[in-house]
C-alpha cells in the first residue's frame, strides 16, 4: 500500500486508473474535454498559454497574459492596462514575487499570499481540465442534481463544474467561492475554448484572445526574484 501511495504522489495524473465517483459525473466530466479538444491533446499538454481581453464597468482593454504549468504548481501573468501599466506577478513552490511599473513591490500583497495561490493551483479549472483528460484516480465526482458535479480529492472538495445540454462547461466554483459563468466555444488552434468568461457578481471580465496548449513546460522564468 505504501509503495502504490508513493507511486500516486510520483505519477500522479497516469493513465492506470480511470477516474473515481459517480458513473454519472464521469460523463459530464469527460463530456467538457470531447468538446474542447479531446482526452489525447489535454491529457499530453504540460503548460497552457492564455492571453485575455478584459470586460470592465471602468473601461475595457487590460490585456492579461498567463503562463501556468498543469503538473507543477506555478504560474507567472502580466496585466497591461491602456494607461501603460504593467503588473508583472508569479509564483511557484518557493515563494512569490510582483513587479509594479518595473519596480518590486508587494506591498499590497496578503501575508499568506503563497499559501493562497499553492492551495489554490490544485483545482484551478485549467489545471482540473488536465486532470480531468488525464483520467486522474486521484479524483472523486459526485454528480449533483442541477446539471452539475463536484470533484473531491480525499475529503477536500475542489470545486463544482455545470455542463450544458451539449457537454460544454458552462459554470464552474472553485471551492474558494471563485466563480465564473463561460461563453460558447470558440476554434483556438488545435481545441475549443470558451469564447469569454465572466464572474457571477460582474467584477472581472474577459474575452479570451489567445489559448494554446503545449506538450513542454512554459516558457517563462519562475524564480521568484527578491529586492
Do not use: C
Not at 492571453?51 to 482593454?61: A, C, P, Q, T
Not at 457571477?200 to 479570451?208: A, E, K, M, Q
Amino acid at each position: 500500500m505504501r509503495k502504490l501511495f508513493i507511486l500516486t504522489l510520483l505519477f500522479p495524473l497516469s493513465l492506470s486508473a480511470d477516474l473515481g465517483g459517480d458513473p454519472k459525473a464521469i460523463q459530464m466530466a469527460r463530456q467538457i474535454i470531447e468538446t474542447i479538444g479531446g482526452h489525447d491533446v489535454w491529457r499530453n499538454a504540460r503548460s497552457m498559454y492564455v492571453v485575455e481581453k478584459s470586460r470592465s464597468l471602468k473601461g475595457d482593454g487590460i490585456i492579461g497574459e498567463f503562463q501556468r504549468d498543469l503538473t507543477v504548481p506555478r504560474e507567472r501573468y502580466s496585466l497591461n492596462s491602456r494607461n501603460g501599466t504593467r503588473i508583472e506577478f508569479w509564483w511557484d513552490e518557493r515563494g512569490v514575487s510582483q513587479l509594479i511599473g518595473g519596480t518590486f513591490d508587494k506591498s499590497n500583497l496578503p501575508e499568506d499570499i503563497h499559501a493562497r495561490v499553492m492551495d489554490y493551483w490544485r483545482g484551478e479549472i485549467y489545471v482540473m481540465l488536465h486532470r480531468f483528460a488525464s483520467e486522474d484516480p486521484t479524483l472523486n465526482l459526485k454528480a449533483n442534481q442541477d446539471h452539475s458535479f463536484t470533484a473531491f480529492e480525499g475529503e477536500r472538495r475542489l470545486g463544482t463544474f455545470w455542463v450544458n445540454a451539449h457537454g460544454e462547461l458552462y459554470r464552474w466554483r472553485h471551492d474558494d467561492g471563485t466563480e465564473y459563468i463561460y461563453g460558447p466555444l470558440k476554434k483556438f488552434g488545435n481545441i475549443y475554448f470558451p469564447d469569454w468568461g465572466t464572474q457571477v457578481d460582474g467584477s472581472w471580465s474577459f474575452y479570451y484572445v489567445d489559448v494554446r496548449l503545449s506538450e513542454s513546460p512554459p516558457d517563462a522564468d519562475f524564480t521568484p526574484h527578491r529586492q
